[in-house]
């Protein structure tokens, strides 16, 4: 079992940042690939970043040189740095743990982008 705790959503002005942050605890060891997840209301979940123990990472095309996804491995944290926010980052936003046949979610943060 792994368990995820996201935090440091919010509400947050269009242009603002915001740092989410992940903590991981159970069966942690040889976690490789850690992700960030987005639902926003009435669309389905997709895929906002992903990086690997050895630091390869993806992004969306959305939010390509806006978001950086980083983690330290060390203390079992996962990252996400939204930069230049906009309305449509509006969503939960879900930390992600593929395991084998098993997947891992967190409960979801929050981050409304705003006026």
């Known amino acids: 079992q792994v368990q995820l705790v996201e935090s440091g959503g919010g509400l947050v002005q269009p242009g603002g940042s915001l740092r989410l942050s992940c903590a991981a605890s159970?069966?942690?060891?040889?976690?490789?690939?850690m992700g960030w997840y987005r639902q926003a209301p009435g669309k389905q979940r997709e895929l906002v970043a992903r990086?690997?123990?050895?630091?390869?990472?993806i992004y969306a095309d959305s939010v390509k040189g806006r978001f950086t996804i980083s983690r330290d491995n060390a203390k079992n944290m996962l990252y996400l740095q939204m930069n230049s926010l906009k309305p449509e980052d509006t969503a939960v936003y879900y930390c992600?743990?593929?395991?084998?046949?098993?997947?891992?979610w967190g409960q979801g943060t929050q981050v409304t982008v705003s006026s």
């Open positions: 990086i690997t123990s050895s630091g390869n990472t």
């Open positions: 159970g069966s942690i060891f040889s976690i490789n690939v």
């Open positions: 992600n743990v593929p395991r084998g046949s098993l997947v891992y």
